[in-house]
């Protein structure tokens, strides 16, 4: 009886720490043989380690008298990892028994750590296992909350471009049983990489006690990305525009916490430069290095009105509003097009020379009922370096030598004589043999944005220019020539652009199959896309050495030198000598009347 009495107060002891975790058994299933092991500092949490075989059919149920919730984490499981989730998994449910609502279940397969919480003060898990003979470890951690209350600066939503958040009291320790979630959201087409700079949490192999776990995407379910502890300084790249962030920490050993920062990374790989148009907006993206190349940096860019900035990542995106920012709308025709132009400007070294080279990105949206044409090409030096008519199909022009259209100029600027001939080629780069090629419209333009003067070669399919001859369609290329001009009153530049419709071989009633046409028959008239192109500048040969660029000075053949206008050196040596021509002739004047002088009438003397 002593021996009795003596286990009576353990046994009473044992009762009451355990008041709060039953086990029940289901009937006519195995009895639970689940090994509990773990610590309990107070009756608020208690942390679990399962240690479970095959064959598991284990239930249990916490309960609180109070009017708490329950939070209950998992924060390392450890099934079968061959194991079908429906014959091996966790559920848990909002309630005293598994007859109320499942919150959610969790198997091998979740790629999360499965935090749920209940509605009220009781909350019950079920374990099944399937008949695999292998060691499964389970680590939970649960814990009694008020519901209402809050952590200050624990979790929130950053929706900015880029910006920075720690934990809780940080760099102080960070409070006990927190679970904070921070989402981050930015814009769409963007990425986020995150960077922590500190991490200072408790130690664990499998991070079970506090840590921090990273989502890629919107929710704790996304996706885990990893989960971390100890002192680390992770990064981490999220694969689209939002991403979560969880720290959750137990009932001991506090640290520091964290902190970490985050910026936007344009997703898509732009090498160069790219542009996207919608219904109210221009979006032109630069590559951040492509602009180094030129020794130029976002600092440098403005657009028609300089009060429109570009958001800056990894890359230079500038939103152009259609109607805003200096945007040129045109009407043409059952088109409408805008034209926006982003300038580099040089930061100036001194106010009377410069060694930067004059650079400008021209972005053009074309509008029309059944098409968008994205067209962004940049000048330098008011000359076209590259050209990227985006959309459906590619095309490109450029002058040929001769009309068999074989050898392609490849010089820019293409230097020429007023009326000389010269032969144009717009090519369509697909592999499908049956597309075919039409030039709708050609125009010229003495600036490269082709704002006014401009002067049609080709419009609707039909010759506007007596000099102008138009090819027969030809599958992926369409041809035409022309005598070369000048505009009056303006520089000696000329740009083309040309319009063209592209469509299928076998529609014989489509617009490349009309030619020439009025207005009305092109409206009924059908096409598969529509394309731009554009090349530039032609400049006539006197100008040439006006043009100021030194790279094409002698790329004209050397019997063309013989035209060229004097040069300084020439001028210098006609001054000289129109200099002597007149110091001889004063001198020869001087001399003449110096000699006039010396004979005067005498008066005759008288005899």
Not at 39 to 45: D, G, N, Q, V, Y
Not at 81 to 109: H, M, Q, Y
Not at 391 to 404: D, H, I, P, V
């Amino acid at each position: 009886m002593e021996a009795v009495g003596r286990l009576l107060p353990l046994v009473l002891l044992m009762v009451s720490c355990l008041a709060e975790f039953n086990s029940t058994e289901n009937e006519g299933k195995p009895r639970c043989r689940a090994s509990l092991g773990g610590a309990s500092e107070s009756e608020t949490h208690k942390a679990l380690i399962l240690q479970l075989t095959s064959n598991e059919d284990c239930t249990w149920t916490l309960e609180r008298p109070e009017n708490r919730s329950i939070r209950i984490i998992f924060s390392h499981v450890q099934l079968d990892p061959d194991g079908n989730c429906e014959r091996e998994n966790i559920k848990v449910f909002d309630g005293n028994s598994t007859r109320w609502a499942l919150l959610g279940k969790v198997c091998s397969k979740n790629d999360y750590v499965p935090v749920f919480e209940s509605s009220s003060n009781t909350l019950t898990f079920q374990i099944l296992t399937d008949s695999a003979r292998i060691q499964r470890t389970v680590f939970i951690f649960y814990y009694f909350f008020l519901p209402g209350t809050t952590i200050p600066n624990c979790g929130g939503y950053l929706d900015t471009p880029e910006g920075s958040f720690t934990s809780p009291n940080y760099p102080k320790p960070h409070p006990e049983m927190a679970y904070c979630v921070w989402h981050i959201q930015v814009e769409k087409g963007y990425k986020i990489k995150l960077n922590f700079k500190d991490i200072f949490l408790e130690v664990d192999e499998h991070c079970r006690f506090d840590f921090v776990a990273v989502y890629d995407g919107s929710s704790t379910t996304s996706g885990l990305m990893g989960q971390v502890c100890g002192r680390v300084t992770p990064t981490f790249e999220s694969s689209s525009d939002s991403l979560t962030v969880v720290l959750s920490t137990d009932y001991a050993n506090s640290y520091r916490g964290f902190s970490a920062s985050y910026t936007s990374i344009y997703a898509e790989n732009v090498n160069t430069t790219s542009l996207t148009c919608s219904s109210d907006k221009m979006r032109a993206i630069i590559n951040k290095s492509y602009l180094e190349s030129f020794k130029y940096n976002e600092i440098n860019l403005q657009l028609n009105d300089p009060t429109c900035r570009p958001k800056v990542s990894n890359v230079v995106d500038f939103s152009i509003p259609l109607d805003g920012c200096g945007t040129i709308k045109k009407v043409e025709d059952h088109s409408i097009t805008y034209t926006n132009i982003i300038t580099l400007t040089a930061s100036p070294t001194s106010e009377v020379i410069t060694r930067q080279k004059h650079l400008q990105i021209i972005v053009k949206c074309e509008m029309e009922h059944n098409s968008t044409v994205e067209m962004m090409y940049i000048t330098e030096d008011d000359i076209i370096q590259n050209q990227n008519a985006l959309g459906k199909y590619n095309t490109s022009m450029a002058l040929f030598e001769s009309n068999s259209f074989e050898r392609p100029i490849l010089e820019s600027p293409y230097y020429v004589d007023l009326n000389q001939t010269l032969f144009v080629q717009v090519s369509l780069h697909s592999s499908d043999p049956n597309l075919v090629v039409f030039l709708d419209t050609c125009s010229a333009s003495p600036t490269s944005d082709f704002a006014s003067p401009n002067y049609d070669l080709i419009k609707s399919g039909c010759n506007r220019d007596e000099t102008c001859e138009l090819y027969p369609l030809s599958g992926h290329y369409g041809r035409f020539q022309f005598n070369a001009f000048k505009f009056l009153r303006s520089l000696g530049s000329v740009y083309l652009q040309c319009k063209v419709f592209i469509c299928d071989t076998g529609d014989h009633q489509s617009r490349c199959n009309q030619g020439c046409t009025s207005r009305r028959k092109r409206d009924i008239s059908s096409y598969k896309w529509k394309a731009d192109a554009i090349i530039g500048p032609i400049r006539l040969k006197r100008d040439r050495s006006a043009s100021g660029n030194s790279r094409f000075q002698y790329q004209i053949h050397g019997d063309e030198t013989q035209n060229q206008p004097f040069n300084s050196l020439h001028l210098f040596s006609f001054m000289v000598l129109a200099l002597n021509v007149v110091i001889v002739a004063v001198v020869i004047m001087r001399h003449f009347v110096t000699q006039r002088t010396g004979y005067k009438y005498q008066k005759l003397q008288d005899y």
